[in-house]
């Protein structure tokens, strides 16, 4: 795991008052405190030099355009991932996935201010090689992640590991980092734990599902041929509202005499995960959605939680 310690992290991101700052640096540190108080398109540059009392032309001299301030803001960032990525490539399977969501969260909680300008702003880093790079930082990301030869459901779920340690930065600014670094791999490691491959739909008539294994129940029968009473038999509270690939509702009935099962079983949610979000996570959801950024899917992931309760937050009055 890498923790960034170089003097563009001191600087930028934690913002720290440095007597040897040269002018470079206060125009950038004045830059992206007028960018996270008034956005990068309504701040100009003779903003920034009054705020500093130096001339449109004496920030024209370190910056030729506007948008050199914002790709120099963000390089920091992308220069600790790719290290991160670089060191995560010569390791094995399973360390590499970890070192990159544990490096991620590291390097993306030390640029918190700088994410978040590029959260709101990232249709402007388009134009350039910024962008490129983000998206190939975030393509290496994946692929590690998922592993050598992963199939789409890895590929899928590598990515939405990545924005479950991506994220929840934005959203939860007030949350400290260490208590926020704990709840994203949490939900990381909930997210890539081992479970069975979810089918559309119960088992076929005459038919029993094979027992399986998850991490947090041991083995057990998801569909018997006879009546069965555990918890997943009644109302599950996540499938309350909306639909749910993870928590279907259904009821298992007795046997025919020809030994075929005439209702579909109910499955069990998924072990683990939270029935419900709070406060904070309420509003972060509802934001994310009316953003129109993250679907159900990617907030839910984020969250870590299942779909239906993501729904049942988001359409409660």
Same mark, same amino acid.
């Given at each position: 795991?890498?923790?960034?310690?170089?003097?563009?992290?001191?600087?930028?991101?934690?913002?720290?008052?440095?007597?040897?700052?040269d002018?470079?640096?206060?125009?950038?540190?004045?830059? =992206?405190?007028?960018?996270?108080?008034?956005?990068?398109?309504?701040?100009?540059?003779?903003?920034? /030099?009054?705020? =500093?009392?130096?001339?449109?032309?004496?920030? *024209?001299?370190?910056?030729?355009?506007?948008?050199?301030?914002?790709?120099?803001?963000?390089?920091?960032?992308?220069?600790? *991932?790719?290290?991160?990525l670089? +060191?995560?490539? $010569?390791?094995? $399977?399973?360390?590499?996935?970890?070192?990159?969501l544990?490096?991620?969260v590291?390097?993306? =909680?030390?640029?918190?201010? @700088?994410?978040?300008?590029?959260?709101?702003?990232?249709?402007?880093?388009?134009?350039? &090689?910024?962008?490129?790079?983000?998206?190939?930082?975030?393509m290496?990301a994946?692929?590690?992640?998922?592993? !050598?030869?992963?199939?789409r459901?890895?590929?899928?779920?590598?990515?939405?590991?990545?924005?479950?340690?991506?994220?929840?930065?934005?959203f939860?600014?007030?949350v400290?980092d260490?208590?926020l670094?704990? &709840?994203?791999? &949490?939900? +990381?490691?909930?997210?890539?734990?081992?479970?069975?491959?979810?089918?559309?739909?119960?088992?076929?008539?005459g038919?029993?599902?094979?027992?399986?294994?998850?991490?947090?129940?041991g083995?057990?029968?998801?569909?018997?041929?006879?009546?069965r $009473?555990?918890?997943?038999?009644?109302?599950?509270?996540?499938?309350?509202?909306? @639909?749910?690939?993870d928590?279907?509702?259904?009821?298992?009935? !007795?046997?025919? !005499?020809?030994?075929a099962?005439?209702?579909?079983?109910?499955?069990r949610r998924?072990?683990g995960? !939270?029935?419900? =979000?709070?406060?904070?996570?309420?509003?972060?959801?509802?934001?994310m959605h009316?953003? /129109?950024?993250h679907?159900? &899917?990617?907030?839910?992931?984020?969250?870590?939680?299942?779909?239906? $309760?993501?729904?049942?937050?988001?359409?409660?009055?």
């Open positions: 795991m890498i923790v960034p310690t170089g003097q563009d992290v001191a600087r930028l991101a934690g913002m720290t008052a440095d007597p040897a700052d002018t470079r640096t206060r125009i950038l540190r004045a830059a =992206l405190d007028l960018f996270a108080e008034h956005g990068y398109q309504r701040t100009s540059l003779r903003q920034i /030099g009054e705020r =500093l009392r130096l001339t449109k032309t004496a920030i *024209l001299y370190h910056f030729p355009a506007k948008e050199h301030l914002l790709a120099a803001l963000v390089e920091p960032l992308l220069a600790d *991932l790719e290290t991160l670089d +060191a995560a490539q $010569t390791q094995p $399977t399973e360390q590499a996935r970890w070192t990159v544990e490096g991620w590291d390097v993306i =909680l030390a640029h918190r201010r @700088p994410l978040g300008m590029l959260y709101h702003d990232i249709a402007l880093v388009g134009r350039g &090689d910024t962008y490129h790079r983000l998206m190939e930082v975030a290496r994946n692929d590690l992640i998922a592993g !050598p030869n992963a199939g459901r890895e590929r899928v779920l590598a990515v939405q590991a990545v924005g479950a340690c991506s994220d929840p930065v934005v939860f600014t007030d400290p260490e208590v670094r704990a &709840d994203m791999l &949490d939900g +990381a490691r909930r997210l890539l734990a081992p479970h069975p491959a979810d089918t559309a739909a119960g088992p076929p008539a038919s029993a599902a094979g027992s399986r294994t998850d991490a947090a129940a083995p057990h029968t998801d569909a018997e041929a006879g009546p $009473t555990d918890a997943a038999a009644g109302p599950d509270a996540d499938a309350a509202a909306g @639909p749910d690939a928590a279907t509702l259904g009821s298992a009935t !007795p046997a025919t !005499p020809a030994g099962a005439s209702g579909a079983a109910s499955r998924r072990p995960r !939270p029935a419900a =979000l709070g406060r904070e996570q309420v509003e972060a959801a509802r934001r009316a953003a /129109g950024t679907s159900v &899917d990617a907030i839910a992931a984020a969250l870590g939680v299942s779909r239906a $309760t993501v729904y049942r937050h988001l359409t409660a009055p």
